[in-house]
């Protein structure tokens, strides 16, 4: 598969031993391999934790970008600094959370969803 055919997502068909970090059926993104990579039959995926790993290609089901148009995802990758990702974990490590679990919680304490879904 050429550079520019690769898939942006992928849809996470196995998790076997890293159920923490991946989710059967959630879609993933992909990021873009190195020659020597390519060759090993990996992919690189951002898990749950907002980390980008290698795992076996066959764990995966490409979704092409033109697939997702229409489909409802409750997922939201946040790329963050060093520095700031560093604080986030540092701060749900004091509470005993996830750094999800603690973005979640920021989201609903500073947004009014619910007045964003009355206005639709």
């Not at 290609?57 to 939201?76: C, I, K, M, T």
Request: with cysteine; aromatic share 6%.
């Amino acid at each position: 598969m050429q550079m520019s055919d690769r898939p942006q997502y992928a849809r996470c068909l196995q998790n076997e031993g890293n159920e923490a970090s991946l989710t059967l059926g959630d879609l993933y993104h992909s990021l873009p391999l190195t020659p020597s990579e390519r060759e090993s039959g990996m992919i690189r995926i951002v898990d749950n934790e907002g980390e980008d790993y290698l795992y076996p290609a066959h764990w995966f089901e490409p979704v092409p970008l033109h697939a997702l148009v229409g489909e409802r995802s409750e997922q939201l990758t946040v790329h963050l600094d060093t520095r700031t990702k560093l604080s986030v974990r540092d701060i749900a490590n004091e509470r005993g959370i996830t750094m999800s679990a603690l973005v979640r919680e920021w989201i609903d304490e500073h947004l009014d969803l619910s007045a964003v879904s009355e206005e639709r």
